[in-house]
């Protein structure tokens, strides 16, 4: 299974169901068979932004929780 395109259909799909690490490491693997490849790299910019979001939408709401849990207890 050496083929780029192959794995950079599999990046989208894995970023179309929010699986972005996935997603992230097929398109690496994309663009090191296929080092030109700059419908690899566009996807795995989309999936690594996407992650990048994911990951602080979920600290932001850590975080607010956290702040009316110790605002409850004073």
């Not at 083929?3 to 599999?10: E, P, W």
């Not at 989208?12 to 080092?35: D, F, M």
């Not at 932004?49 to 110790?70: G, I, M, P, Y």
Request: net charge positive; with cysteine; aromatic share 10%.
């Amino acid at each position: 299974a050496h083929d780029a395109g192959a794995y950079n259909s599999l990046c989208v799909a894995y970023n179309v169901i929010k699986q972005y690490q996935q997603g992230i490491n097929a398109c690496r693997r994309a663009i090191e068979l296929a080092p030109d490849f700059q419908l690899a790299k566009n996807n795995l910019q989309w999936g690594m932004n996407e992650f990048a979001r994911e990951k602080s939408a979920s600290w932001t709401v850590k975080s607010a929780v956290t702040k009316d849990v110790l605002h409850d207890i004073r």
